[in-house]
């Protein structure tokens, strides 16, 4: 690729921000506060993620930079592991997709029903969210052009609203009252319920710090790698944490970390104190239109890792068709509206959902990481050649992977199902596969 059609170190960073940056502020704070003892836990967590983003994002990127292929993730296992790791370990990522599409379409019915006067449960919230799905199905089946038009809309919401958020800082007089919940450990918490609670609080903070993993398909497409690589992974990880930590001490400052556990919604909340019913209705709105851009930008690229999985063989051939007209991957696109629809029903709460798609991530991100090992002894010929590598190696993989097998781990005993459904899928995942190949 000619230099002037790489990304330099501005665009690189913007990158790093958009893929991180998603609707899960607006919602997993009242999960990770829940699950917390004390504010200091709530606030270390929201760091620690932050921390263990960057570890991951500089991993993934010296993967990317030593084996830029396009594929991501199945070319990566396929090349280091078992062909039939890459399988399960991919279609383990496009559940986890079709999960966290699900989860953040429930965040978005929250935040629409609050518009609508009457009780609504966690099935009513599931049935919009389901309609929303359907809605942006069938916007996908008509092509390509019509389904990123509304995409473009995404990033602008998205920071609008999180600047909004940030903006009720400057209230202090909507402040409540929270001198009593100090920031330190207190003598009654014991060191090790402190630590147990920081490895569940981790889980919903683990969802929101998530998509840096993508770094790993730009490695040879940004100038002058070995620089702007870590460069623009610092710069864009710190914005993050930045943007985070304020839009949770806005959370903090006015709600109060007891009420902040018990509101699922809790940026109308935040809204409704600074600005009254009406400005919080606007916000919810544009929320909610935040929402139906993510659940898009997912229907819009998951069909087209299945639609490769088929080409090569991996999936059967039908994944790979095309509508002959609109170029649309219907089988694919139809296969995963469905598996979106099957994961909301079946959780229907967003904190289930949760859990599940984290502990399915726990598999994909360390292993994932591990892979950069192998690809350091393989690709040993590459090093010096400007590429980029990473400096503390292996220390930050080692820090990755520990953070990972410390979330699944907490999600194993905080909530066992999860973590049986998960590995029973990727079981099933190693089956498939062999069923799939056994007369090749």
């Known amino acids: 690729m000619q230099a002037n059609n790489k990304l330099n170190l501005f665009s690189f960073t913007m990158i790093v921000v958009g893929l991180v940056i998603g609707m899960g502020i607006f919602r997993t704070a009242a999960t990770s506060a829940k699950d917390a003892i004390a504010p200091s836990v709530y606030f270390s967590a929201w760091i620690v993620g932050g921390l263990v983003a960057l570890c991951g994002a500089l991993t993934y990127a010296e993967i990317g930079s030593r084996y830029p292929v396009t594929g991501g993730y199945y070319k990566v296992f396929a090349q280091a592991y078992h062909p039939s790791v890459a399988f399960a370990i991919n279609c383990l990522i496009l559940v986890s997709n079709a999960a966290s599409l699900s989860g953040v379409a429930l965040i978005g019915s929250g935040y629409l ?3 609508i006067p009457g009780e609504w ?3 009513h919230k599931a049935l919009v969210s389901c309609v929303a799905i359907v ?3 069938f916007i996908n089946l008509r092509g390509l052009k019509i389904s990123s038009t509304a995409q473009n809309i995404l990033m602008t919401v998205k920071i609008l609203m999180i600047v909004v958020l940030i903006g009720a800082l400057f209230f202090p007089e909507k402040y409540a009252a929270v001198s009593s919940a100090k920031l330190q450990i207190s003598t009654s918490v014991n060191t090790l319920d402190w630590i147990k609670s920081l490895g569940v609080s981790l889980i919903a903070v683990s969802f929101t710090y998530g998509g840096y993993q993508q770094t790993i398909n730009f490695g040879n497409e940004v100038q002058q790698p070995s620089k702007n690589i870590p460069k623009g992974i610092f710069i864009g990880i710190a914005i993050i944490i930045g943007l985070y ?6 959370y903090y400052k006015l709600i109060g970390f007891e009420q902040m556990k018990g509101e699922r919604e809790i940026a109308y909340v935040v809204m409704d104190k600074i600005f009254g019913t009406t400005g919080a209705t606007v916000f919810s709105a544009f929320l909610f239109l935040g929402v139906l851009a993510y659940v898009n930008g997912l229907l819009m690229s998951n069909p087209r890792v299945m639609y490769a999985m088929g080409e090569d063989g991996s999936l059967p051939k039908i994944f790979a068709r095309q509508n002959e007209k609109t170029s649309v991957l219907t089988f694919s696109l139809t296969v995963f509206a469905a598996i979106c629809i099957v994961i909301l ?5 967003f904190e289930k959902i949760l859990s ?4 399915l991530d726990c598999f994909g991100m360390v292993l994932s990481c591990a892979t950069i090992f192998w690809f350091r002894k ?3 010929h590459l090093d010096g050649t400007g590429i980029y590598k990473m400096k503390l190696f292996p220390l930050l993989p080692v820090i990755f992977m520990s953070a990972y097998l410390f979330v699944g781990t907490s999600i194993a005993i905080d909530d066992p199902s999860a973590a049986v459904t998960g590995i029973g899928v990727l079981a099933a995942f190693v089956l498939i596969y062999f069923l799939l190949h056994r007369k090749k």
Do not use: G, P
């Open 345 to 349: 029903f079946f959780a229907q709460e």
């Open 113 to 115: 029903l609050k518009l």
């Open 356 to 359: 599940f798609t984290i502990f």
């Open 378 to 380: 393989k690709t040993k």
């Open 121 to 123: 449960t966690d099935i």
């Open 135 to 137: 809605i942006f199905y």
């Open 245 to 250: 930590l304020l839009v949770n001490l806005s």
